[in-house]
Each structure stands twice: as C-alpha cells, then as structure tokens.
Nanobody
Framework: QVQLVESGGGLVQTGGSLRLSCAAS????????MGWFRQAPGKEREFVAA????????SYADSVKGRFTISRENAKKTVYLQMNSLKPEDTAVYYC????????????????????WGQGAQVTVSS
C-alpha cells in the first residue's frame, strides 16, 4: 500500500494560483500512474488530471484544461498539480491517487482504477 500526503491547499482569490503537491511512500514510485481528483460539498468525486508512470502521458478534465498542469518528479516521489486562473467552482477537497501499473501510458480518469488515496487538501477560491 502506498501512503500519499497532499500539501499546498489553501484560500485564494478568483484568478489566483496554487500548487498542490503529493508525496508518495512507494519504493517504486516510477511504476505508479498518478491522478488528482476533487470533491465539492454535496457533489460526487470527479476526475481532474492524471499522469502516466513515465510522465509522458497526461490527461485532464475539460473543466480544467488550459488552466491546470499535472507533473511529477520520480526522484522525489512527488506529483504536482499547478492550478492557475482559479475559479470559485474549483473549490473542493483535492485528492491524490495512485495506481501501480506496468503500462507506461496509462493515465485514466476512472476513480476505480486507482487503489491508493491521500487524505485530501482543501482548496477554496473566493469570488
């Protein structure tokens, strides 16, 4: 099981930026595809972004394309989510998720594809 710890959440004004980090305990972090999901109050958890184990493939929800960027540093066992041009509708708890995979290209959006999850980081965007 992989331990995931998110950091970097907080309160920001509309149009502002935040960078979330997710540190993993996995010894073979480079064999994990990583994803970011979010859940707003009263809503279902939804996909935000994902990155393949190699970092060569990324995918994004339409609602964040062009504003958010997912990246990873395998040497630091960390995945990032850079969030720019934030909107009030981005307010949610953001979760980091991991999937062990031998695929170098998997970066899927399905929450059920990820086994390990962090505790979440609150992001609040004020209008």
């Amino acid at each position: 099981q992989v331990q995931l710890v998110e950091s970097g959440g907080g309160l920001v004004q509309t149009g502002g930026s935040l960078r979330l980090s997710c540190a993993a305990s996995a010894r073979t972090f480079s064999m994990y595809a990583m994803g970011w999901f979010r859940q707003a109050p009263g809503k279902e958890r939804e996909f935000v972004a994902a990155i393949s184990s190699s970092g060569g493939i990324t995918s994004y929800a339409d609602s964040v394309k062009g504003r958010f960027t997912i990246s990873r540093e395998n040497a630091k066992k960390t995945v990032y989510l850079q969030m720019n041009s934030l909107k009030p509708e981005d307010t949610a708890v953001y979760y980091c998720a991991a999937r062990f995979t031998v695929s170098l290209t998997f970066a899927g959006p399905g929450a059920g594809d990820y086994r390990d999850w962090g505790q979440g980081a609150q992001v609040t965007v004020s209008s």
